[in-house]
């Protein structure tokens, strides 16, 4: 057991479909739910049956966002995914509703596989508390820009297209980097994005150029431009695997972003709300360094994890 009422698992045992549900699914997607290598199981123990959709909504709900604060560690990516639920009135487990057609996490061709270890589902579990109580707060004012911010995280990960992923990872960091506080120009909001990125993974001219990168294919991508004179080859890595690369930097760095914001209190307060962000930045580098901790290598990070792979088509 995970947390109270969560279990994460390789097997779908106890869950046994019957006929009915596996005619409904049809013997593809039964059979590659029987053969499912993570598994997360949700409970919640009541004798209020008529709170039953409210409960159903809240357990989807953590489950679903189990699985984000693993892909945040960059491990449980899934081909596909089957929500199967149920309920255990008058001592027997009804199945039911099942839902299929939810868009997966699928694992990035150019990223090293990770298997799914203890320490990543202890991770994941501190993740989660802090989630759901980011998300508790939905639709109020309270961790609006980390829930919208997460959003478009999710959004990237959940994308085939690895230039519409970095988009979305390059904006689930801009919503906390806030780029826009006070200025009106492009140019003078990617020099914000630049100077503000730079909290996080330290300043230097190579991080520096890096989040002008950034924000440079974020901008192509959002306004349909060609990307590769904005392009530029990381050292060591071939023309042709360039963009590759720069997408899971950028997923490294928003994920690393959220993260720390999920695994750190005193961090989540301070970008409560509005007034709270722009105070994060108001404060001295050295203090917002301090709350955020240690600088992330985005170079050595993406390094570790990239994986070898076919020239993408790109616009």
């Known amino acids: 057991m995970l947390l109270p009422g969560l279990t994460v698992g390789d097997s779908t045992a106890p869950i046994d479909l019957d006929n009915t549900w596996k005619t409904w699914l049809g013997t593809i997607q ?73 868009t997966p996490c699928q694992h990035p061709q150019y990223r090293k596989y990770k298997r799914v270890s203890n320490s990543q589902l202890k991770r994941a579990a501190a993740i989660l508390v802090s989630l759901e109580h980011v998300y508790d707060h939905q639709p109020g004012f309270d961790y609006r820009r980390i829930r919208k911010g997460f959003n478009s995280w999710i959004q990237g990960v959940e994308s085939t297209d690895p230039a519409q992923a970095l988009h979305s990872f390059v904006r689930a960091a801009e919503a906390i980097i806030r780029p826009t506080t006070t200025t009106r120009t492009r140019r003078a909001i990617t020099g914000t994005f630049q100077t503000r990125g730079q909290t996080f993974t330290g300043r230097s001219k190579q991080n520096e150029r890096l989040l002008q990168q950034f924000y440079n294919l974020r901008s192509c991508i959002e306004h349909v431009k060609n990307i590769l004179p904005e392009l530029h080859k990381p050292k060591g890595v071939s023309r042709d695997e360039a963009f590759s690369f720069r997408a899971l930097q950028a997923e490294i760095f928003a994920s690393t972003i959220y993260s720390r914001i999920f695994l750190n209190d005193a961090l989540r307060e301070q970008l409560r709300t509005e007034t709270r962000v722009e105070g994060f930045w108001r404060r001295s580098e050295a203090n917002r360094r301090n709350l955020w901790g240690k600088s992330v290598d985005l170079s050595a990070a993406a390094r570790r994890e990239f994986n070898s792979t076919a020239p993408l088509d790109l616009l």
């Open 30 to 102: 039964a059979d590659s739910f029987e053969r499912s290598s993570l598994v997360i199981i949700a409970q919640h123990y009541s004798s209020d049956a008529g709170a039953s959709e409210p409960v159903r909504l809240n357990i989807e709900r953590r489950t679903r966002l189990l699985h984000y604060a693993l892909i945040l560690g960059g491990c449980g990516y899934n081909s596909s995914v089957l929500m199967v639920g149920g309920n255990t009135s008058n001592g027997h487990l009804h199945i039911g509703p099942i839902t299929h057609g939810l």
